[in-house]
Structure formats: structure tokens, C-alpha cells
């Protein structure tokens, strides 16, 4: 199981950005995936999972009506679009699955939102 993350960057606040996570070594399209992201001196958190099919989303309440997960399963990626980005929503932003009851997780890519 491999999950590759990318486009992390700086942005300004009130910014967007889209970040992708690229998924192999198991059938994507048969598990949730999910959105965690750590920020300096905090504990990892959840930010949005979502379904085998994409029917079925869930947010963390700081990032309702802002971040929208989605996925593509023909490509084997999950997507997080970020919108109206605060500098609190700064942090690492790390893909998850769970396959054969273990956790894996992506290297993680750095959102740093700052003016």
C-alpha cells in the first residue's frame, strides 16, 4: 500500500489550494479514505473522509462549507480543495486508509497559510 500526497504550499489567507493523494498496491475503490492533518504541537486530526463511492462525506466542524474531499476512482486518488484558507488551517496534510485492519498512511504535504 503506497499513498502519495502533493500540492501542499504557501498561500495566502482567504487562498485555495488542491491537494491529491495517489493511491496503490490495493483496490482503491473499495475502501474510505480519509484527510488527517498535524499541526505544530498538536495532535494529528481528522478533516474529511468519504466513501467507497464519493456518496458519503464527513468534515471536522472547523472546515464545514470550506474543504470538500472528493475521488476519483478510475485515477486512484482522493482530493482535498481547500477554500477561504486560514492561518489556522496551516499544518501537515496526510491521506489515510485503513486495508487489513492497519492504518496507512501518506509522507504528508506541508499547507502553510500566512500573509
Known amino acids: 500500500v503506497q499513498l502519495v500526497e502533493s500540492g501542499g504550499g504557501l498561500v495566502q489567507p482567504g487562498g485555495s489550494l488542491r491537494l491529491s493523494c495517489a493511491a496503490s498496491?490495493?483496490?482503491?475503490?473499495?475502501?474510505?479514505m480519509s484527510w488527517y492533518r498535524q499541526a505544530p504541537g498538536r495532535g494529528r486530526e481528522l478533516v474529511a473522509a468519504i466513501s467507497t463511492t464519493g456518496s458519503d462525506t464527513n468534515y471536522a466542524d472547523s472546515v464545514k462549507g470550506r474543504f470538500t474531499i472528493s475521488r476519483d476512482n478510475a485515477k486512484n486518488t482522493v482530493y482535498l480543495q481547500m477554500n477561504s484558507l486560514k492561518p489556522e488551517d496551516t499544518a501537515v496534510y496526510y491521506c489515510k486508509t485503513v486495508y487489513g485492519l492497519r492504518s496507512y498512511w501518506g509522507q504528508g504535504t506541508q499547507v502553510t497559510v500566512s500573509s
Open positions: 498496491g490495493f483496490t482503491f475503490s473499495s475502501y474510505v
